[in-house]
């Protein structure tokens, strides 16, 4: 299965959420592939690298991508592991398109302030350019992150309200929510996982479950079918 992490927007969880799928995905006993197609930043892979080091167990395997024959790179690199998970940089790129070329399913973190929402139009922009190319529909999953902890904030109410208004077809709200906590930042920065981290207070083992949701609802709730490209 290929998995694309990647909007229009930075600063909306792209990263940690590839980084914690891949660290569920592994320890689940699959193997796994992170791409880093950031072609800005390579956060992804920077994180990955830390973990190497570190010496965490199960290790990743990571590679990056970059450039027009991305989607063909996957392709080929699909062969070769049980899952691939694609963080892509926080604008239009040239990795994004060709990403959603290949992808079985577009996770696309994004907390509803009004700059995220304006990037619907965006994101819709791209999914209808990629299917010129595909011969399957694509999942656009619009995964609430960053969201607000208070208990009167329902970010994914507000989300899923914006969605519907704006008739989207093709996208949906996935059920998961992930919260702004600590623990993603702190399990970053150590290359760990969030389900990894040593301590688990209150907060971690909150973000343990968050994280649980999302795998189990991008993994196990829908067998997602094979993508192929269009012949030319």
């Known amino acids: 299965m290929i998995i694309l992490t990647g909007s229009v927007k930075g600063g909306t969880g792209k990263t940690i959420t590839a980084a914690n799928l891949g660290v569920e995905r592994a320890r689940a006993g699959k193997q796994v592939l992170l791409v880093d197609a950031d072609a800005d930043q390579g956060n992804l892979n920077d994180w990955a690298a830390a973990r190497s080091e570190a010496g965490h167990e199960p290790e990743l395997t990571r590679v990056l991508l970059r450039g027009r024959d991305t989607a063909q790179q996957l392709l080929r ?27 079985d ?3 696309i973190p994004m907390k509803p302030s009004q700059f995220q929402i304006w990037t619907l139009d965006k994101l819709d922009e791209l999914r209808n350019l990629a299917m010129g190319f595909r011969q399957s529909e694509i999942d656009g999953w619009l995964l609430t992150a960053r969201a607000s902890t208070h208990p009167s904030h329902d970010d994914r109410a507000v989300l899923e309200e914006v969605v519907a208004q704006r008739s989207l077809v093709g996208f949906r709200v ?29 907060g971690v083992r909150a973000a343990i479950s968050e994280i649980g949701d999302l795998y189990r609802e991008v993994f196990e709730d829908d067998a997602q079918g094979t993508t192929t490209l269009v012949a030319a």
Request: aromatic share 6%.
């Open 77 to 103: 690199l699909a062969e070769k592991f049980d899952d691939i998970i694609i963080d892509c940089g926080g604008f239009d790129s040239q990795e994004l398109r060709q990403a959603l070329v290949v992808c």
């Open 105 to 107: 399913a577009w996770v």
């Open 174 to 202: 996935l059920k998961s929510v992930i919260h702004e906590r600590a623990a993603y930042s702190i399990a970053e920065g150590m290359g760990l996982g969030v389900s990894e981290l040593p301590r688990p207070d209150r």
